[in-house]
């Protein structure tokens, strides 16, 4: 399996009422993940499923990672992702016939869950600093320690490669 | 700025969610798959994907028992009623998963915190799904009674519908409309069945009469839509 974990960029505040999962990305958030998904369209990630924590700045991030879908592809809403990894989200991901999957999340679940299925630690998640709008593209079977890392991409870096430009 | 929330119709499915599990009353499911469509209509207003195959999820697992549902409510055959009754359990089991899936949860959450859409998009939008229901329906006349392309017109007629009743336009005279289009769907989910049912074989008769009915139904269809279709033009 091609597994990409894209963390949300930049959100607003929470609103008065103060409710976290309905703050929605910033116009600059979504400057940030337009750039990912070219960038990530240019080294080669595409998908066939898009999953995606429901949270308003993940499900907008997903939103505009459409573009990395196939043809037939799908996205699907999992509150796996707004949570930290747990056993469920290895299950879900072992038990998917697709071959490409991209999963939009948070910190620091995405870190964690990178740490487990490179390393086979949870624990290591300061070794896999996602931050807001950063990718990580693994490759291989989606259980712990074993996936490869096969690009990361902190969001500064995917603004350069979507320009076509590089230090 | 005026704008739409899609409220309304998350709390309709969250309210006939319940009902569709305990399967007592109809109504549960049924309308379950309405709301999952209202929803799916506003994501398209609001011009967004995310959602939208959730939904379709949702809907395939309320259809596949909804659809037995109709059926079961005709004058049928013995030995297709009791394999009939005998899916419905399969569909109902099919649609408990469904709605123990963390998927719903997560379908849920993520509708409840979806900002409305601002009400000229969603016209703008209208227009383009009124103009692919226009094309859908000059293909369908030339279709010479095309099942599947009477179906596609017939779905596209809905989005129309719930387009118009988010936007606040007038949607009964497409909703009426849309009725004529009804018989084509119940016959035509009738024969789909028939023919998984494995007694099929001694059904040939029952078929015929479904088939023929079909054809009268899908004339009659086409028939409403060229009665009609100006208002879809309008729409455009």
């Known amino acids: 399996m091609e597994l990409t974990l894209i963390r949300h960029a930049e959100a607003a505040d929470a609103g008065p009422d103060g409710d976290d999962g309905a703050r929605p990305l910033t116009r600059a958030g979504k400057r940030t993940v337009r750039a990912v998904a070219v960038a990530l369209a240019r080294i080669g990630v595409g998908a066939e499923l898009l999953i995606h924590s429901p949270l308003l700045r993940a499900s907008q991030t997903a939103e505009l990672l459409v573009p990395l879908l196939a043809r037939d592809g799908e996205t699907r809403a999992s509150s796996l992702l707004a949570e930290s990894p747990g056993a469920s989200i290895l299950d879900l991901l072992g038990g998917l016939a697709t071959e490409r999957v991209a999963l939009v999340g948070h910190a620091p679940a995405l870190s964690q869950l990178a740490a487990w299925l490179v390393a086979g630690d949870r624990a290591a998640a300061e070794r896999f600093p996602l931050g807001k709008g950063g990718a990580a593209w693994l490759r291989g079977e989606p259980r712990a320690g074993a996936m490869q890392l096969v690009a990361w991409l902190p969001s500064g870096v995917s603004s350069r490669v979507a320009e076509g430009t590089s230090r | ?236």
């Open chain 2, 1 to 236: 700025m005026s704008v739409i929330p899609l409220t309304p119709s998350l709390d309709h499915l969250r309210e006939h969610i319940p009902i569709a599990r305990v399967g007592d009353d109809v109504e549960g499911v049924h309308q379950v798959r309405v709301a999952t469509r209202r929803l799916d209509v506003w994501l398209r207003l609001a011009g967004q994907r995310t959602f939208r195959d959730d939904l379709a999820w949702l809907r395939r697992g309320a259809s596949s028992v909804r659809d037995l549902d109709v059926v079961l409510e005709r004058d049928l055959p013995g030995p297709l009623r009791a394999w009939l009754v005998e899916e419905h359990q399969v569909a109902r089991t099919t649609l408990i998963e469904c709605l123990d899936d963390e998927r719903l949860g997560a379908l849920l959450i993520g509708l409840s915190v979806t900002p409305p859409v601002d009400a000229d998009r969603a016209a703008a939008r209208l227009r383009r799904i009124a103009r692919r229901c226009w094309k859908l329906g000059k293909a369908a006349e030339r279709s010479a009674g095309d099942i599947e392309r009477i179906h596609r017109l017939r779905r596209a007629l809905r989005r129309v519908r719930y387009g118009l009743e988010w936007t606040g336009g007038k949607a009964k005279p497409i909703k009426r409309l849309q009725d004529s289009f009804g018989a084509v769907n119940d016959h035509a989910v009738t024969i789909a069945l028939l023919e998984r049912c494995p007694a099929r074989a001694g059904l040939a008769d029952f078929r015929s009469d479904l088939e023929r009915r079909l054809r009268e139904g899908a004339a009659g269809a086409i028939e409403g839509w060229r009665a009609s279709r100006e208002l879809v033009k309008a729409l455009r």
